[in-house]
Nanobody, 117 residues
Framework: QVQLVESGGGLVQAGGSLTLSCVASGMAFNRAAMGWFRQAPGKERAFVAAITGIFTSGTPVANSVRGRFTISRDNAKNTVYLQMDKLTPEDSGVYYC?????????WGQGIQVTVSS
């Protein structure tokens, strides 16, 4: 059974940094492309960043976070990270880790990030 567990969220002042972690289990982690999404109150869930598995390379990121957020992974720890710098109140929301395996999408429970002005 695939499980994704996020951690590292919280409250931070504008201009600050946070690092989110997502530990995956029940899957061949190193082969899978992993993604981060976020959902602000009253808005749809939106793509933030992704990182490919071992057979390809690439780290696409949303325009809104390019240059401020960095996605990375540690295959030995089955963990994907989202380093978030220069945070703004517009970055607030629930952040989700996700993976698509075949035709199925799996999501973590989500973790709250709140950026105060």
């Amino acid at each position: 059974q695939v499980q994704l567990v996020e951690s590292g969220g919280g409250l931070v002042q504008a201009g600050g940094s946070l690092t989110l972690s997502c530990v995956a289990s029940g899957m061949a982690f190193n082969r899978a492309a992993m993604g981060w999404f976020r959902q602000a109150p009253g808005k749809e869930r939106a793509f933030v960043a992704a990182i490919t598995g071992i057979f390809t390379s690439g780290t696409p990121v949303a325009n809104s976070v390019r240059g401020r957020f960095t996605i990375s992974r540690d295959n030995a720890k089955n963990t994907v990270y989202l380093q978030m710098d220069k945070l703004t109140p517009e970055d607030s929301g629930v952040y989700y880790c996700s993976v698509r395996l075949g035709t199925s999408d799996y999501w973590g429970q989500g973790i709250q990030v709140t950026v105060s002005s």
